[in-house]
């Protein structure tokens, strides 16, 4: 029997760690030998060039006149059944309940029940989507109706269970990175760009939403930046990057601080980094902590949601209660002040990240998903 399979992904492909992760995941499903379909309004942005085994379907949403909102939705939904029956696929696996995974539900229908349907959750499509009474039930169903779940992080699991309300099984897969990008940059020339002499570099890397906190990301860096010469190197834009702006002049940290925007090479600029800050209200993983540990630098940030399952306290990085910026900014110095420990964090880092989060790891861990739905186990 053919163990090669066809599967069909979709994903936010323009913006976030969910897509990325889905990214990555069809690009490694690729390199092995399944062939991989892309459903979306356009392509996922790490695809990068040209992928053998990789195919892409644009959904392309009609805007007739009597839409107040064209039906981005149903469009992909009858999308995902149209390449299914055309492509034969096996599976489809979406990236983030809303809408994708109630769009996938749709498409089985229309398929039939040899299509399966895995579901992935992120993050916010449970911790703040699901707690929304217009959106719940159809989340619920989408999710008892998937062939299997899967999600992020353990805190995710449960906070899934307990919001929504269900028992059925979902199965833990963790973010991962690829070690053939992700590992320690040499930045001595470019370090010179970014900070002067001895300073030492902060960096926050995010969609700068309401649940990042950065402005605790500011207060964190100017309480650091008091005792330590220091830089903080933001990167990333979002909702919050104004009133970002606008603290950051108030404290007078202007000439410490510099915008980076969005930036493609992460692991070059997180390299730059002597400590990643993340001190997030909610996060169900943290993929952006994972990608710093396995460049080397540690993270400081909160025991957030999922975070405490990827930052060993003490040992990859420091966390303290959500908001607890004095506390942060405690670990970050203690870090910075003592060269040794830095180097054993570093050191717990790169280990932890390729033993625990590696890309060979989690893609067999989704693999054995598609085959167990599939009846091939
Ligand atoms: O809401 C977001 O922050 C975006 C969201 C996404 O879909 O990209 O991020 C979530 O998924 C990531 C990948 O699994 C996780 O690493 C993030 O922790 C998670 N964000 C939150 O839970 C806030």
Redesign the pocket.
């Known amino acids: 029997m053919d163990t090669m399979l066809k599967i069909g992904i979709t994903c ?1 492909p323009s ?7 889905a990214t990555e995941l069809g690009k490694l499903l690729a390199e092995k030998g399944h062939q991989v379909h892309f459903i979306s309004h356009s392509v996922p942005f790490r695809l990068g060039t040209f992928h053998k085994n990789i195919f892409y379907h644009e959904v392309e949403v009609n805007d007739y006149y009597v839409f107040k909102y064209p039906p981005y939705d149903l469009t992909l939904a009858n999308k995902m059944a149209q390449v299914a029956k055309m492509q034969q696929l096996d599976v489809l696996h979406v ?2 309940a809303v809408p994708h995974a109630v769009c996938a539900f749709l498409a089985k229908q229309m398929v039939g029940d040899h299509l399966k349907v895995v579901t992935t959750l ?4 449970i ?2 989507l699901a707690q929304d009474e217009s959106l719940k039930d159809l989340i619920r169903l989408a999710i008892n109706e998937s062939d299997a779940v899967t999600a ?1 992080s353990k805190d ?1 699991i449960r906070e899934t269970h307990e919001l929504l309300d269900i028992t059925r099984n979902i199965d833990l897969t963790y ?1 991962f990175v690829d070690k053939r990008m992700y590992y320690p940059r040499d930045t001595t020339e470019l370090h010179k760009d970014y900070a002067f002499g001895d300073d030492r570099v902060l960096m926050h890397v ?2 700068f ?1 309401p ?2 906190r950065v402005s605790d990301v500011v207060e964190i860096f100017a309480k650091v930046n008091e005792k330590i010469p220091s830089r903080l190197l933001l990167v990333g834009e979002g909702p919050d990057l104004p009133k970002i702006q606008f603290q950051i002049q108030e404290l007078g940290l202007t000439d410490r601080v510099m915008f980076l925007g969005k930036q493609d090479d992460i692991p070059q600029v997180i390299s730059l980094a002597d400590i990643l800050l993340l001190p ?1 209200e ?7 902590a994972l990608e710093a540990m396995a460049c080397g630098v540690p993270t400081v940030g909160s025991q957030a ?2 975070i405490p399952e990827l930052i060993i306290h003490g040992e990859t990085g420091y966390l303290a209660p959500i908001g607890d910026t004095d506390k942060m900014a405690e670990h970050a110095i203690e870090l910075l002040t003592n060269h040794q420990l830095m180097q054993t964090m570093i050191k717990n880092c790169l280990d932890r990240s390729q033993r625990e989060f590696s890309n060979e790891r989690m893609m067999a861990e989704y693999e054995q998903i598609y085959y167990r739905v599939l009846g091939r186990e």
Do not use: M
């Not at 913006?15 to 992760?21: A, E, F, I, R």
């Not at 992120?122 to 499509?125: A, F, I, K, P």
């Open positions: 936010y913006l976030g760690g969910s897509g990325v992760v990236h983030y992120h993050g916010t499509d911790t703040v992020v995710l973010n995010s969609n939403r649940v990042k997030s909610k996060e169900s993983f943290g993929l952006v949601g999922g």
